[in-house]
């Protein structure tokens, strides 16, 4: 059977053809093409978010199209993509939100034109959970030579972490490391090819990103209280090359956060205390009072990075990044000026906070009576639910409430920080004021806010250039955990943030 499936929202569109003897499940003939295909529940059916539309040839209606999609949707030829398995001859349309390569946020004066072939260089990789990012440096003066990112094949399993480790005590850990593994040798033959000296790596991840790339296993984050196999930091001697993995302080503020915390200490030289939050599906918090570091991971939810929303994308070409609402005119940008496709983290905090400013959703998030059953218009095809609101604030009360409680534990008040760090690509694009607006971060931080960018790379980077194990040992003595929900604060605080004021 003939199979051509045609990515819709590209220029220039392309159709991508595949012959198969046999059924075929829709996720593996995106593999065969060579194409990622985004599932945010791992393919479980949970969020019903995947949907693909059959131009012809579709397959019978099952349970789970039944479950995601309205009848009207399936009698045009949709259907849910994680789920479908495809028989015959057909042509199948994927919106680009579910196939295309996310960004990430780039060191600046990187040396493109250096020859690698004449250089002792090391690399450095972020183990991020959506997007690996690697750094190419020179190990004689320390700068940065290359730099690229991709994105990890693992979302194929989920687009949390704990989807991937459902995945692994199911009998795909092998699978899940080679994800990484074939991802980074691929990225390897682009940016390096083969003439040349790598004499160290340096690698950092959260917890559960750096298990699954070792090989080890992932029963204890199964269940409270989640019990890493390990938190120290891993080193060993690889076909001459030097491999060092950042350790980790918890079970869910792990190498990447350390390795954050590195590039920090290194970049401000001082005792200044800082609160340094890394946005993602795990909000990772740190509170730095000049001596202790308080650290805590606050479940934000997907919805801040778009994912888990009707309207939502993750950061990639035609997201809504930034907008505004004037005089009932909903004004906007998107990511590389293309037509919107949907909204990333960055585009759904500036809505909310102008939706509020504009009296469109009260204090609570509901929507004005007009907009209740149909969502609020952003323009063809976009439009913020109800329920997409309610999943915003339960993530920004998640992050206001831990970094409340971290204050408290510190017994720091929020005016004496005198530094906000907030890194990733969320905290490069983030609109600050929106976001201090519907109660993310603290009014009383925005003179000291400061994007940070990619810290977990940076501080690899840095390791790379000054192998400084003894400030890693001192972080890891000094840090200090606080589990929320240990708290029995939380619950009250929580509920007073889930409010926009």
């Known amino acids: 059977m003939e199979i051509k499936i045609v990515i819709i929202?590209?220029?220039?569109?392309k159709e991508y053809i595949l012959m198969s003897e046999e059924p075929i499940s829709f996720v593996d003939a995106m593999k065969e093409l060579g194409l990622s295909f985004y599932r945010p529940c791992g393919g479980i059916g949970r969020c019903m978010s995947c949907a693909i539309k059959f131009a012809y040839g579709m397959p019978q209606m099952t349970a789970d199209d039944e479950r995601a999609l309205d009848f009207s949707d399936m009698r045009a030829g949709w259907r849910l993509g994680c789920k479908c398995i495809i028989t015959r001859d057909c042509k199948i349309e994927v919106p680009a939100s579910l196939a295309s390569e996310i960004t990430s946020v780039l060191a600046d004066e990187v040396q493109e034109d250096a020859d690698l072939s004449k250089l002792d260089i090391g690399i450095a990789v972020d183990l991020g959970t959506t997007t690996l990012a690697t750094a190419i440096v020179d190990l004689d003066t320390g700068k940065i030579l290359r730099q690229r990112n991709c994105t990890n094949s693992q979302l194929s399993y989920g687009a949390d972490v704990m989807s991937r480790v459902k995945a692994a005590m199911e009998g795909h850990g092998e699978e899940l490391k080679n994800c990484v593994r074939d991802d980074l040798i691929r990225l390897g033959e682009k940016i390096l090819g083969e003439d040349f000296l790598m004499h160290k790596?340096?690698?950092?991840?959260?917890?559960?990103?750096t298990h699954l790339f070792l090989g080890y296993t992932v029963d204890g984050f199964a269940k409270y209280p989640f019990v890493p196999y390990t938190l120290d930091s891993v080193s060993f001697v690889e076909k001459g090359r030097n491999i060092?993995?950042?350790?980790?302080?918890s079970a869910f503020v792990g190498g990447d956060i350390v390795s954050g915390l590195f590039y920090l200490k290194k970049k401000s030289k001082s005792?200044?205390?800082?609160?340094?939050?890394?946005l993602g599906t795990n909000a990772e918090l740190v509170l730095y009072d000049g001596e202790n570091y308080w650290c805590s991971s606050a479940s934000a939810g997907p919805a801040l990075e778009g994912a888990s929303l009707s309207c939502g994308v993750a950061s990639v070409r035609g997201a809504i990044n930034h907008l505004t609402i004037q005089n009932d005119k909903c004004s906007f940008t998107t990511i590389g000026g293309e037509a919107p496709i949907g909204l990333c983290g960055s585009g759904v905090i500036d809505l909310i906070h102008e939706l509020h400013r504009n009296g469109i959703i009260d204090d609570g998030g509901l929507l004005l009576p007009e907009y209740a059953d149909s969502g609020y218009p952003i323009s063809d095809g976009v439009t913020i639910t109800g329920d997409d609101i309610q999943q915003v604030l339960l993530a920004k009360a998640a992050?206001?409430?831990?970094?409340?409680?971290?204050?408290?534990?510190a017994n720091c008040s929020l005016e004496n920080i005198d530094h906000l760090y907030v890194s990733?690509?969320?905290?490069?694009?983030?609109?600050?004021?929106?976001?201090?607006?519907?109660?993310i971060f603290p009014k009383e931080l925005l003179p000291k806010?400061?994007?940070?960018?990619?810290?977990?790379?940076?501080?690899?980077?840095?390791?790379?250039?000054d192998n400084d194990e003894e400030t890693l040992k001192d972080i890891k003595e000094k840090a200090k955990v606080v589990i929320l929900n240990d708290n029995p604060e939380f619950e009250k605080i929580f509920i007073d943030n889930l409010y926009l004021k």
């Open 9 to 13: 929202g590209t220029e220039p569109q």
């Open 201 to 209: 790596v340096v690698f950092s991840g959260n917890t559960i990103m």
């Open 244 to 249: 060092f993995f950042m350790p980790g302080i």
């Open 271 to 278: 005792d200044d205390s800082f609160l340094f939050v890394d």
């Open 399 to 409: 992050i206001y409430s831990a970094i409340e409680l971290l204050a408290k534990e």
């Open 424 to 439: 990733g690509g969320l905290g490069a694009s983030i609109g600050v004021w929106a976001a201090a607006g519907i109660g």
């Open 449 to 465: 806010f400061e994007a940070v960018g990619n810290t977990s790379l940076l501080g690899a980077i840095d390791f790379i250039n």
